[in-house]
Every structure is written in C-alpha cells, then in structure tokens.
Nanobody, 118 residues
Framework: QVQLVESGGGLVQPGGSLRLSCAAS????????MRWYRQAPGKERELVAS?????KYADSVKGRFTISRDNAKNTVYLQMSSLKPEDTAVYYC??????????????WGQGTQVTVSS
C-alpha cells in the first residue's frame, strides 16, 4: 500500500507565494513520474506540472511555478509564486510508483486547498 499526503496549502494574497509538498510512503521500490494537478470549482481537473528527469508546465503557470523532487524523501514540491486569483483550486499530486512486488501503479493524494484572495 502506498499513500501520498499533500501539505502547504492555504490562503494567500494575490502576488504571494506558497510551497506545496507531497510525500509518498509505503511499499515503494521506486517512483517514476510525479505530477501536480488542480481542480477549480466547476472546472475539470488540469495538469499543472510534471517531473521525471525534467520538468514540464502548463502554459498558465510557466515562469511562476516550479516543480522539484527529493528522491531520497520520495517527495515532490510545487513552489508557486506571483499567485493569481485564478490559481485558486484544490491541488492534487500523483505519482507513478513501482511497488516492492514489481508492478507500477498511479496513486493520488487527497488534495490541498489553495485560495488566492485579498
């Protein structure tokens, strides 16, 4: 069993910054890709950023968000700067995890709320 736990969400003013973390734990052999998604009220879930050996970003966050990972801690981060009200959403992480038994599965975290408002 593998669990992903996000943290770091909250209320921030426009132009501010937040850093999200997502830690994976359990029967992990290795982790391939790690990703951050977000879902705003009434909208579909969208991919924000992903990281394997390199990072990719949605156009809406390029230059403002930075994804990184610490493989020793099985953790992925999302540094968010110059936040806008339209960044308000529940942020979810997911990861492609190869478990100790050998198969690879995609796991999701429970989500963390980010609200950008004055």
């Amino acid at each position: 069993q593998v669990q992903l736990v996000e943290s770091g969400g909250g209320l921030v003013q426009p132009g501010g910054s937040l850093r999200l973390s997502c830690a994976a734990s359990g029967s992990i052999f290795s982790i391939n890709a790690m990703r951050w998604y977000r879902q705003a009220p009434g909208k579909e879930r969208e991919l924000v950023a992903s990281i394997t050996n390199g990072a990719k970003y949605a156009d809406s966050v390029k230059g403002r968000f930075t994804i990184s990972r610490d493989n020793a801690k099985n953790t992925v981060y999302l540094q968010m700067s110059s936040l806008k009200p339209e960044d308000t959403a529940v942020y979810y992480c997911n990861a492609d995890v190869r478990v100790v038994a050998g198969a690879e599965f995609r796991y999701w975290g429970q989500g963390t709320q980010v609200t950008v408002s004055s």
